[in-house]
Every structure is written in structure tokens, then in C-alpha cells.
């Protein structure tokens, strides 16, 4: 599967969790505020980091979306990540 | 991991070279009591910076700052807080196995069962609950709802009073240590308020007709 993690930069509030969740993708700039370097996460592993940090992020900033630009979540979450 | 083992890494090594300085304490029957009281203080030291390195993360005026960075600040606040549970359970440890504090494992760890205190015990006894709620739900992040986690989070400068007000009427030695308390306690105030009174600026700038 392939998959686009990006970072609505005008809901980001620069609460870090996605730099510490998925390290590997995205970065802070130097205000603190998210930035990706790797959008398309590859393997497994990194594609459900990636998933936890979009579930994480107190704003819902971070959006994890399919190749048919579907927004995808972890299993069982909600709209706003409950 | 590596800040982790850093904080660790010099908290062990100023022990060991205030332990290699202290050797007739080895032998003292108040051991437990001293390490209970320095691992106490340790900790609300590592909370101290933790809860202000949490503030700051969300601070306006940490723009204007180069240094730290925020990828360094946001490693910092977790390591910060692997090494206050740490110290803490060390503090806790310590002051359940002395015989003679009148605290014992029950005091520990239910509220106002300490012989020793037993309010302001009480107040530690219910500040480390509410920081493994905190700690707890910030590692189930991404598991669980954002909703959950992170208001939960928000409380953490409520846990930090707490623990004010548990060390100032616990510790044997408060008054010896109310510097350290009035410094500690108006470093957060501090940048709790100017983080209030800056976004609340910045908020209502942009309200501002043009």
C-alpha cells in the first residue's frame, strides 16, 4: 500500500509528538512546527508510526491519506481520532 | 534514549561522588531517610524542568529563542520524565522500607495511611497517581484518543503544585530548602503566565480590524 503523510500547517500548533512518533518522516523547523521529509512512508512499520503520530497529534494536524487520497486512520479510529 | 541515559548517567555520578564523600553514611541507620529525602528533592528538581520544558514547547516567545531547539527541547522534556519516574520510585522506595519515617509501604501507597504527616504525604501519594495517569496515557499516545491523552496531559502544572506543596510540608528540611521551592515554583509560574498573557496578545492582535 502507498501512503501520503502530510502536515496541514494551519492546524499545526507545534506539539512535536509527530517528530518524536515518526522520527524517520518528519522533522521540526526551527519554531517547532512539524515539517515532513519523508511523505511516503514505506514498510509496515514506519507506515503505522506514521499512522500513530496522525492519531496522536493533538490537532489533528497530521493527515495520513491512501493514493486515492483517502484520509486512512488506525483501526478503530474516528474522525477526530477517537 | 541517549538524553535519557545522559540525565541518568550524571544523576548516578553525582551520587556516587557525594556516596565516595559520605562513607560513614553507609553504616547510618538514617540511610533509607536520606536517600528517600535526596531522591525526593532530585525528582521534584527533574519535575521542575520537565513541567517548564513542557510549557515552554508550547511558549509564543520560544521563536525568538535559537537554543534550545525544539526537536532537542521535545527529547529533553521525554527524557526529563523517564528520569523523574525513576527518581521517584526510588524516593518512594527508600521512605516505605525506613522503619523509623512512620510512612511503610501502606502510607506510600494509600492516601492518609502514613503515620508520618499524613495530609502531606497524602498530597505525594496522590501527585505520583495523577503522573502515572499523565505519563501513562502520553506513552499510549496515537493508541489511544487524542481527546483522552492529551487534556490529561494539560493538568500536568495542577500535579506540579501538588508536589510544591507536598515537599514544602513533608520535607524535614523545608525550610532549609524554601529557596529552592520559591525559585523552582516562580521559574514555572512565570512561564505558565507569559505563555497565557502572549497568546492571549497574539490572539486578540489578530482580531484587529486592518
Redesign the interface.
Known sequence: MTVEIRIDPTRC?????C???YSEGV??????YGRVVDGTPEGRRSIKRA???A????N?AVVVEDSADRRIR?AGR?P??? | MLLFGLVLGVSLGLGYVIASRSGSLLHNKMLPWIMGRTMGVAAYLTLTALVAAGIW??HPW??TF?VP???T???AH?ALAAATVVLLIGHMTSLALDKYAGVGWSGTFVPWHAQYRPTAVALGTLAFYAMVLVAGTAVL???I??????PIHSVSAAIFCLCVVHGVLAGSDGHALRWIYVATGALVVVVQVTRWTARYAAEHSELEPL
Do not use: N
Open positions: 500548533r507545534g506539539h512535536a509528538i517528530a518524536l512518533m522533522e521540526l523547523d526551527r519554531w517547532g499512522l500513530r503520530a492519531a496522536a497529534c493533538p489533528g488506525l474516528g477526530d481520532g477517537g | 514547547l508550547r520560544r521563536t535559537r531547539t525544539p526537536e527541547l521535545v527529547r521525554v499516545a496515537g493508541s484518543a487524542r481527546r483522552v491523552w492529551f
